[in-house]
């Protein structure tokens, strides 16, 4: 059974930092792309990080600069670094491995990141 448990969410001020950690079980994590992804009250999951087996990151224009996805396969867990924090950073972060050759797709619960202003 895949399980993906995220961590390191919480209350900031803007301008503060906080580090993601989503931790995977069940999979070989080095076969998959891990992404991070929030969603705002009232809008839709959006795309914040991503990265592939071969350590190629991709980031929302939003977040560049301030944001850094990392992997660590020997530990199956991804990393989301979030610096410089905005009040509109706030949201519910999820995080998610993917393999797409198989169609695997994989939610994490989600954790709540409040920045206050």
């Known amino acids: 059974q895949v399980q993906l448990v995220e961590s390191g969410g919480g209350l900031v001020q803007a301008g503060g930092s906080l580090r993601l950690s989503c931790v995977a079980s069940?999979?070989?994590?080095?076969?998959?792309?891990m992404g991070w992804f929030r969603q705002a009250p009232g809008k839709g999951r959006e795309l914040v990080a991503s990265?592939?087996?071969?350590?190629?990151?991709n980031y929302a224009d939003s977040v560049k600069g301030r944001f850094t996805i990392s992997r660590d396969d020997a530990k199956d867990t991804v990393y989301l670094q979030m610096n410089s924090l905005k009040p509109e950073d706030t949201a519910v972060y999820y995080c998610?491995?993917?393999?797409?050759?198989?169609?695997?797709?994989?939610w994490g619960q989600g954790t709540q990141v409040t920045v206050s202003s």
């Open positions: 998610k491995f993917s393999r797409p050759s198989m169609g695997y797709v994989y």
């Open positions: 069940g999979v070989n994590s080095a076969q998959y792309v």
């Open positions: 990265i592939t087996t071969g350590f190629s990151t």
